[in-house]
């Protein structure tokens, strides 16, 4: 388990980079390393661990060899536990071993992104691997609350992305038409005034 092979997946902003031992076709298990660190956490730790897994450790976006997030945006902790959705969705694994380190399980929010990954996809991981970690802390009152709101907002969020298209050209006046339906209470006036800035004019329409 020496040799390893870098991989890279596309994301809205660059991509996530990861790097990956083993044979592909073995038990999956993705591996999140600790805070400010990166994918090479592992490099000491992977050739000790059972032969006949595929290990991938990934780069947070903003660690290692991934895309930063743009300059402005903060890195909150459910952008950490999307990270590892998209991650396991470009490698079309629907069920594996998570293993997380420091980072892997904190953040500053004081929540743990391998235990929150967990709590949301209960039905992707098989085994929780914890290395420095206190566990997840959320009140048992919140627990409802918190699974529905942020599995929602991440779900949500890679649909959109899944169905992203080419934005469609149309002539001044059809732009203006839809402006009017979808907002009732403009005048044609009023639309024609807020198109003159909030739409762009390319060949096309």
């Known amino acids: 388990l020496g040799m390893f092979s ?7 902003w660059g991509h996530v980079a990861a790097k990956a031992w083993g044979p592909s076709e073995g038990h999956p298990v ?14 000491k730790l992977i050739p000790l661990l059972p032969r006949g897994c595929y290990y991938v450790a990934m780069d947070f976006s903003g660690h290692g060899l ?4 743009p300059a402005g945006c903060p890195y909150h902790f459910l952008d950490y536990v999307t990270d590892v959705r ?14 997380g380190h420091s980072m892997g399980n904190f ?4 929540c743990f992104i391998s235990p929150q990954f967990c709590f949301l996809y209960p039905e992707m991981v098989d085994k929780l691997i914890l290395l420095e970690s206190l566990g997840f802390l959320l009140a048992p009152e919140d627990t409802e609350a918190w699974l529905k709101s942020k599995r929602k907002v991440i779900d949500r969020l890679l649909s959109l992305e899944a169905k992203q298209q080419t934005p469609k050209a ?10 009017l339906e979808a907002n ?12 003159q800035r909030g739409a762009t004019e390319t060949p096309a329409g």
């Not at 991934?66 to 997030?69: L, P, Q, T, Y």
């Not at 149309?170 to 402006?179: I, W, Y």
């Open 6 to 12: 870098e991989l890279k997946f596309p994301v809205p």
């Open 30 to 43: 993705l591996c999140l390393h600790g805070w400010l660190d990166n994918a090479n956490t592992f490099d």
């Open 170 to 179: 149309r002539s001044p006046e059809a732009a203006l038409q839809r402006l």
């Open 86 to 99: 998209r991650v396991a969705a470009a490698l079309q694994w629907r069920r594996f071993t998570l293993m």
């Open 184 to 195: 009732s209470h403009l005048t044609a006036e009023g639309g024609a005034i807020l198109l």
């Open 66 to 69: 991934s895309s930063h997030r």
């Open 107 to 110: 953040s500053f929010s004081y």
